[in-house]
């Protein structure tokens, strides 16, 4: 795998805020790269500031959830919203200089590198199993934004391909000042770049603890990062691999699904959530007019209405489903009357990144795809997700009953256009490998780094 020295010809890689002696669990505060780490606090703070920053609408805030959504619109739902960005990412007519594809790039990479000083400063650490754990939760970060991005800037994975295409940059070494950051890198193929992802995962699933309390809910635990290796695997269609991760979560008894679906977004780290994103009245993506319940939400004083449901994706819901009773409602504030999406309805709200409901359903899908029951039956798993919903349960099931249960369960949490591309389907007549799907490489990285390829269409 190449090593990439130094990442990014972006102006704003390196000033990244507040000074590290300063930063609380906040979700809008971050580190400067510069500012010298010397001890295991201030490393511990950096990677809170690393979470800050993956809280913000570039990524967790909104992009990672929306656009994957947006990309995979058709006969699902509509982006009606004045920003011209998301309106170009339905439909497929994205420019170089698409705000949604600059700003996701460069604020993962910013994570990423306050993720990599960590790493570069793990010598101040003396205590062994305190290192260990510090790297263990950088490697994390690292891990699952490179995961985002290849998603996102690249051709989609093919089990039966070679996966030599360019993927993205892959950066695994600090960058701490201007001249480095100035450095030219390529990218890598995206087969490096899940190598590099599982690589970071299956260290991190080694020495991250087992669970967090309190206010450290919203960090990685050994379990995050397993439920990451099930979505990453998954993703590959290595449905052994994905169904091992899957059953470990499960296993542990660490989580249990929440007797309501609503309940699961409206209350904060409940036991569903396996990765959560803090989130306060204060400090939240919507506060600066762009985050999940901005965009989604349609009631008195709350919402643009920017994104509806369409009634080809509703309609799939029986209707005793309490995921069409209780998450998807008509608007009553701005644009009021159609169909909007009931899981994010307060600026405030805490943000579910990955549910032990999906970990159920990755079970099922690779038990049935590999002709086994480990765990359980993929039928027991599917209705176990159904009984909550109070949906009728089924009396058998295949692979696509699975793929359905997915869509009704995990809409509009960001996992779109990923499904539609591991399983080849096409949204409306774009193909699951159309050029117009992958997000274009930013030109001002372009424009600064000439060892950069664009991608095909732009």
């Known amino acids: 795998m190449k090593k990439i020295i130094a990442l990014i010809g972006i102006a704003g890689a390196l000033t990244f805020g507040s000074c590290v002696k300063e930063l609380e669990i906040d979700p809008v505060q971050s580190i400067d790269a510069t500012v010298a780490l010397e001890t295991a606090e201030d490393l511990e703070s950096a990677l809170v500031g690393a979470y ?8 967790y805030g909104t992009n990672l ?106 950066a695994v070494t600090a960058v701490t000042n201007e001249s480095a950051a100035g450095q030219k890198v390529a990218r890598n193929t995206i087969s490096e770049v899940y190598a590099a992802v599982i690589e970071d ?88 007019n762009d985050g999940l319940t901005t965009f989604y939400a349609s009631m008195p004083g709350i919402g643009r209405s920017d994104v509806r449901i369409l009634a080809a994706f509703a309609n799939l819901y029986e209707a005793d489903d309490e995921r069409n009773s209780q998450l998807i409602y008509i608007g009553t504030g701005r644009r009021p009357g159609s169909r909007q999406c009931g899981k994010w309805t307060a600026f405030g709200q805490n943000i579910p990144v990955i ?23 993929p039928l027991e798993d599917v ?36 499904d539609l591309k591991r399983l080849k389907l096409n949204t409306g007549s774009y193909p699951y490998n159309d050029p117009l799907l992958v997000f274009p490489i930013p030109e001002r990285e372009i424009r600064a780094n000439s060892a950069l390829e664009q991608n095909d269409g732009y």
């Open 52 to 59: 800050g920053i993956m809280h913000q609408g570039s990524l």
């Open 65 to 170: 959830n929306l656009v994957p959504e947006l990309l995979g619109s058709e006969d699902y739902c509509q982006w009606r919203g004045t920003f011209q960005s998301f309106r170009q990412v339905m439909n497929k007519s994205m420019t170089v200089d698409n705000a949604e594809a600059s700003r996701t790039w460069i604020d993962a990479y910013r994570a990423i590198n306050i993720a990599n000083n960590v790493i570069a400063n793990l010598n101040k650490v003396a205590d062994v199993d305190q290192r260990a754990e510090l790297e263990a939760e950088a490697r994390f970060i690292r891990g699952i934004l490179h995961f985002e991005l290849v998603r996102l800037y690249a051709q989609p994975w093919d089990a039966t391909g070679a996966n030599n295409g360019p993927g993205v940059p892959i």
């Open 201 to 288: 995962l299956r260290a991190a699933e080694l020495s991250l603890p087992e669970s967090r309390s309190g206010t450290n809910r919203f960090r990685g635990t050994t379990y995050t990062a397993k439920a990451f290796l099930a979505r990453v695997y998954l993703q590959q269609s290595r449905f052994a691999d994905a169904l091992t991760r899957a059953d470990a979560v499960i296993s542990s008894n660490n989580y249990a699904l929440n007797a309501s679906i609503a309940s699961t977004f409206t209350n904060k780290f409940t036991n569903e959530t396996i990765f959560e994103l803090y989130n306060n009245d204060q400090n939240n993506a919507g506060t600066a």
């Open 355 to 377: 549910r032990l409901s999906e970990m159920f359903l990755i079970r099922a899908e690779c038990n049935l795809r590999e002709g086994t029951a480990i765990g359980n039956t």
């Open 383 to 418: 209705n176990i997700v159904r009984r909550r919903a109070r949906a009728s349960e089924r009396t058998d099931v295949t692979v696509d009953d699975v793929i359905l249960e997915r869509n009704l369960e995990l809409c509009f949490e960001g996992s779109r256009i990923h």
